[in-house]
Structures are given as C-alpha cells and as structure tokens.
C-alpha cells in the first residue's frame, strides 16, 4: 500500500493533543511496518520531530492557513504521488478528493452549543471551519476512526451514521511518562516547590478553568498544608478576570503560571505533583489522564463522557460542575495516606492497559481493510 496521513501541524513547536496523537501513531508504524509506503504531509516548522526511513517519506507543502492546506494543497499533493489512502488527522478533510480518505474524528464538540464566553479567536475559527466541512465529507469516508466508546456512540447517533462506518481505536501515552526520583526532576523551572497542585487549563470553556479556580479557593480556606497550584498554558489577563468576578483574590499568591510545558518536562512536572486536576467538563479521550496516572500522580477527573471510561471505574471522578465535589477529593488525598496510595497504585495499573504501539496495529489493520475493500 501506499499510504497517506496528513500531519500538518506536528512541525510546529507548541505542539497540542492531535498533534502528538499523529505524530505517536507515525512514530509506532514506522517502527513496526516495513512492508508498505507512507507519505507523511505536513507544514514546513521549526521542530523536525520525525525523520524519513525506507518507506517514510515527508512531504513539506508549503502554506499556514490551514483551510487553503488541506483544502487545495493537500489532495493536489496526495493525488500526484498515486496514493491507495489519505488519512486525515484532525477532524476535517478535503471536500474535494480522488483517493479513498479515512478521517479521525476525535470528537463532535463543534456540533454542540457553542460558549458564547469562548473569546479566543483561533479556537472560535476552527469551531466555525469544521461546522461547515465536516457534514459534508462524512459520506466521502470509508473509515471514520474516534478515540472512545463514548464519542463513538456520539458520534453515531447525533450523525446517524451506519456503526460500520465508525471505529473506535483507543489513544496512547508515551513510554517516557513513567515516575521520576527525586534527582532526576526538572520541575523546578515551573514551581519553586514539589507537592504542587498541578492543573492543565486553558481559555476553552470546557477546560472547566474558572469552577476548578473557584474549587481551588475553598481548598485553600480548609486547608492546613495550601499547597500551591501549577496552571500550564494559561493567560494571565484571563486568570485575573476569573479571580475578579469570583471575589477569590486568596488563590492568587499561590498560583505558578509557567506558560507552555514542552512535553518532554512533562513527566518531571507531573512526577512532583501532590495530584493533577483534569476536572473537563467533557472529553473525547483524556491523554494527560493516562501520562499522570503513569508517573505515579493521583488524578482528579470527571464524571462525564469519556473520563470515566479512560480512567476507569476506582479513578477519582467528581461532578466537574460542583466547585465544592473538587475541593473535598483533594482535601480526602491531603488527610487520608491510605487512600492516597490507592490511587497512586490504580492509576499505575491502569495506565499500562493503553499503548501507542497497540493503537497503531489497529490503524494498520484498519488501513489494510479499507485497501482490500477498495480493491475488489
């Protein structure tokens, strides 16, 4: 086979969550599959984090606006190389394609009611662009691969889209998310101090940013330890609103705003965190879940859509909407050492049920089936 995946982004230097599942999935088949050729198209960037081998090959188009890429750039490029297959990533895909086209849909929030406090102009940009192409190439696609059951079903139903057109293939974490020692942490360019509070949020509403600020202020007011709080990825224009409106100004000198974490201090970060908060209001899959629970860090998550699922049934979860659910499980992992270490264990355990390796068997099978139903 000839394959295709479009990775447009994973050259760029922040890097986000579909850029690190493209680029995992790569990774494993190129490890693992000798046999057919891939033609990995991607933006030209700064962080060349894949390098071509015998049947990899990277093809730079050139261009940042990301509509006229895969709209135009994209099939042009994939067209002429004579591909079987053109896997796209991120959602959306071309309207316009020759080649059979599997599509990931990591999920359908850009279906759903839109937040209007959502102010972020390239969130709100991508929100609008998958509203208008999606509707229209779901009929183009042999395969439609999402990462959960939950948004499988989703998916499904809300698309009344035949379920043998949807597969659900798991995500991964990577094998270097493991737990750290004491002299091998880098954390300390983040917090002056371990035993933090360790929170990935940013402006999207969903992040559930200003309930878990407003949660993280009941625990400092009950608590005798007030361990501080590390907050990635986050504006600082932004958090000052949330504590003005809130009337919460105790949370704001012991908050540690780094900026962006670059996901190889990731495990150093998470090794030194009292517990991490992933308190989303809704989620396809969960990755920093599963990279916590392997360094060994107690998490606190959701009980809403796929959270459950991907941390599992004994996992911490709380109702993300109660400000008051999210204080009294980090006050219970501060008092009770017992069940402390109950999470620490689950969690270790729990993590090792996911892989990159495993998710890309089930891609290249999944490729395979597709190559031979278009073949006959």
Not at 208 to 221: C, D, F, G, H, W
Request: charged content about 25%; aromatic content about 12%.
């Amino acid at each position: 086979m000839k394959i295709g995946i479009e990775a447009q982004r994973i050259f760029r230097t922040n890097k986000h969550g579909m850029d690190y599942v493209v680029l995992q999935e790569i990774i494993e088949l190129q490890k693992m599959d000798l046999r057919n050729e891939y033609f990995i198209f991607v933006a030209p960037g700064p962080d060349r984090c894949l390098t071509e081998s015998r049947n990899v090959h990277i093809i730079e188009i050139e261009g940042s606006f990301y509509p006229t890429w895969e709209q135009f750039k994209l099939p042009k490029a994939a067209e002429a190389l004579g591909i079987d297959l053109l896997h796209c990533t991120s959602n959306t895909a071309p309207l316009r394609c020759k080649l059979p086209l599997v599509l990931t849909l990591h999920d359908i929030i850009f279906l759903e009611p839109r937040d209007k406090q959502n102010r972020s102009l390239y969130q709100n940009l991508g929100w609008f662009y998958r509203r208008l192409v999606v509707p229209h190439i779901l009929h183009k696609c042999r395969r439609i691969i999402t990462v959960s059951d939950f948004e499988r079903a989703n998916i499904i139903s809300k698309l009344s889209l035949p379920e043998q057109q949807v597969t659900m293939i798991y995500n991964g974490y990577n094998d270097w998310f493991r737990h750290m020692d004491d002299e091998e942490c880098r954390f300390a360019k983040y917090s002056a101090q371990r035993g933090y509070l360790f929170f990935l949020g940013n402006t999207d509403p969903k992040k559930n940013t200003e309930r878990t600020l407003i949660a993280y202020s009941k625990y400092l007011q009950r608590s005798a330890i007030k361990r501080r709080l590390l907050m990635a990825d986050l504006d600082r224009q932004y958090l000052d609103d949330i504590i003005s409106r809130n009337h919460i100004e105790n949370i704001r000198r012991y908050i540690d705003m780094p900026g962006y974490i670059v996901n190889t201090d990731l495990p150093y970060v998470y090794s030194a965190a009292f517990t991490f908060l992933y308190t989303s209001l809704r989620e396809s899959f969960g990755i920093p879940l599963l990279e916590a629970m392997a360094c060994g860090t107690p998490v606190i998550t959701s009980n809403t859509s796929s959270m459950p699922e991907i941390a599992g049934k004994d996992a911490i979860l709380v109702n993300p909407e109660s400000a008051d659910d999210i204080c009294e499980q980090l006050l219970r992992l501060e008092h009770d050492g017992l069940f402390y270490q109950q999470q620490v264990d689950m969690g270790l355990k729990r993590a090792k049920l996911f892989s990159w390796k495993y998710t890309a068997e089930q891609l290249l099978s999944l490729y395979e089936n597709v190559y031979h139903e278009n073949s006959r």
